[in-house]
């Protein structure tokens, strides 16, 4: 009997509290488009096995070009669009080839020349005209998901849906669509310490430079950071409540690392540290409001901002938490236009490059992985962290980077004060994995020695109290 693969789209739409770009302009070449069944082997052979799948596809606010799918699979398949309400036919479906022969993974690419979904022009070169909301196919799977137009609440609105893959061996499987850029809150309305409104992207410097072993080609930030140009991509590495932006691939893992790594750290908070963009800040492990010697032990987690804003049941100091996370690849007009490869020594196909076919390459700042989607099983709302992995702080590895593509660890503004003293040598971190993606996504909180660079989600807030 032939495998089955069904797909079901189901929407929600909901409004936030961030206004964010203009509309993007320009109208390069259309390429004629032409249609294909199926994809052949090597425009999947970067995909992983079926425990690497897609788990999400996001678009801006204005934006409904076509994003790309692709799975391995050996039979029958079918995508569909069900239960037509309440906005669904805003989202569209079709098997047409992308037009851009630079899509990293297709054959004869030039990757250095592909466009991505936020470059002027793209949205009128690369749309999804369709009005199938069914499509069919056998062997590998191959199709685009594009949107009818812009969300109509303007630059703070959310349309959300999910995507249902239903395979013959009864494996189920979803991809989470988003439509809207805006900071936004995942569990609304709880009590006491309510959800916070967060970013969609990673912080990263203006100008990250080359980076290296010097620890002076690490730019300390003058001024506030900014958002990465896509969810999926890293940004900088930061030590706890420290300025200093460190380079997402250079140097990368093993001996070494940075010479003259930190082996000092903040023992509270300073929000004069505080890099996040204006109108952002770090987010609290703790109640609210925050103070600048916070402590938290991890107990009472409807009293913390951090695990009310992102589980669906907040957890007890390092509890793991499955229900509401998946592990994959995100389709946000970045990760999905390159070439899937292996980085960090697992030998996983998790992380995507701007410099085709040299992933280590000293101006790749800009490095996107595979990571964890946070969803509301209720609203289809979505948020995804990619797994950038860290900057170990020990004596020994001075920086090197660890767990790239497998596991994230962002940071909160908290102490520990299970580990206190006058020093405060840790602070509660955020830590979603894919558990090698064998077993799907796990996310916790733990606390964390200062001395490591991790990635930074802010938060819609004053920096101050």
């Given amino acids: 009997m032939k495998k089955l693969l069904t797909i079901t789209v189901m929407t929600a739409a909901f ?19 032409k249609k294909e069944t199926s994809l052949p082997p090597e425009e999947v052979g970067d995909i992983g096995t079926s425990q690497y799948r897609w788990v999400g596809a996001f678009w801006k606010w ?7 799918i692709r799975f391995r699979n050996t039979g029958t398949w079918k995508a569909e669009v069900l239960n037509n309400n309440n906005g669904l036919n805003w989202i569209r479906l079709d098997k047409t080839m992308t037009s851009d022969p630079n899509v990293g993974w297709r054959t004869g690419a030039n990757e250095a020349q592909v466009v991505s979904g936020n470059d002027a022009g793209f949205e009128n070169a690369y749309p999804v005209n369709s009005t199938l909301t069914t499509v069919t196919g056998n062997g590998n799977i191959y199709f685009r998901i594009g949107l009818t137009g812009s969300a109509p609440g303007g630059s703070d609105d959310h ?17 989470y669509i988003r439509q809207g850029e805006a900071a936004d809150v995942l569990y609304p309305n709880r009590i006491p310490t309510p959800s916070a409104a967060f970013s969609a992207y990673n912080v990263t410097a203006p100008n990250l430079g080359n980076g290296g072993t010097n620890l002076a080609n690490h730019p300390v930030l003058s001024q506030a950071g900014v958002f990465t140009a896509y969810p999926s991509q890293a940004g900088a590495y930061f030590i706890w409540n420290d300025t200093r932006a460190f380079h997402p691939t250079n140097p990368g893992g093993g001996a070494g690392g940075i010479t003259g790594w930190p082996t000092t750290y903040a023992s509270t908070w300073n929000t004069n540290n505080d890099v ?5 800040r770090v987010p609290v492990d703790g109640p609210l409001p925050p103070s600048g010697g916070q402590e938290y032990d991890g ?9 009310q804003s992102l589980y669906a049941v907040p957890k007890v100091g390092d ?35 701007t410099v085709a076919n040299s992933i280590n390459n000293v101006n790749n700042t800009n490095i996107a992985y595979a990571g964890v989607l946070f969803f509301n099983p209720t609203t289809y709302a979505s948020l995804f962290f990619p797994a950038a992995g860290d900057r170990v702080g020990t004596s020994s590895s001075n920086g090197a980077l660890a767990g790239t593509g497998n596991i994230g660890y962002y940071w909160s503004r908290t102490t520990d004060q299970n580990q206190g003293g006058t020093s405060n040598p840790n602070a509660w971190i955020m830590y979603p994995t894919g558990n090698g993606a064998t077993s799907g996504a796990q996310v916790s909180q733990h606390s964390a020695d200062k001395h ?3 990635s930074l989600r802010c938060v819609v807030g004053s920096k101050t109290p």
């Fill in 15 to 33: 409004i936030a509290v961030q206004k964010t770009d203009a509309q993007v302009a320009g109208t390069p070449y259309i390429v004629p488009q």
């Fill in 62 to 68: 204005n934006q409904k070009g076509e994003r790309l």
């Fill in 319 to 353: 509890g793991v938490d499955y229900s509401s996370f998946t592990y994959g690849y995100y389709a946000d007009g970045f990760f999905d236009r390159r070439k899937i490869v292996s980085y960090g020594g697992s030998g996983a196909p998790v992380a995507v490059s």
């Fill in 159 to 175: 349309r959300y849906g999910v995507v249902q893959l239903t395979i013959s061996n009864n494996d189920i499987h979803y991809i």
């Fill in 452 to 454: 490591y660079g991790a």
């Fill in 276 to 280: 996040c963009p204006s109108g952002y």
């Fill in 299 to 307: 107990n009472n987690p409807n009293q913390s901002e951090m695990r």
